[in-house]
């Protein structure tokens, strides 16, 4: 059973930064891509970012030059440093785990970036 959890997020002001952190847990193989997705409302999820254990970041270019993926292999941990928010940021923002055709999610954490 692979399990994630989440923590960050928040309410900031246009311009500012969060940081989200993401801790999976259970039997992960090594290859994987981790990644962060985001919902706003009334919008279908998107991808924002994802980087696999032996790869490049990839990043949404509406994210691009603005959020920082990173990771850490032996902690099985993922984190989105995001900068210069935008009110079109907000939204729910879900950590995912894909290894080999099986995706895991996390919770969610609200993002909101106030104008």
């Known amino acids: 059973q692979v399990q994630l959890v989440e923590s960050g997020g928040g309410l900031v002001q246009a311009g500012g930064s969060l940081r989200l952190s993401c801790a999976a847990s259970?039997?992960?193989?090594?290859?994987?891509?981790m990644g962060w997705y985001r919902q706003a409302p009334g919008k279908q999820r998107e991808l924002v970012a994802s980087?696999?254990?032996?790869?490049?970041?990839n990043y949404a270019d509406s994210v691009k030059g603005r959020f920082t993926i990173s990771r850490d292999n032996a902690k099985n941990t993922v984190n989105l440093q995001m900068n210069s928010l935008k009110p079109e940021d907000t939204a729910v923002y879900y950590c995912?785990?894909?290894?080999?055709?099986?995706?895991?999610w996390g919770q969610g954490t609200q993002v909101t970036v106030s104008s």
């Open positions: 980087i696999a254990s032996r790869g490049r970041p």
């Open positions: 995912n785990l894909w290894i080999t055709g099986q995706n895991y």
């Open positions: 259970g039997s992960i193989f090594s290859l994987n891509v």
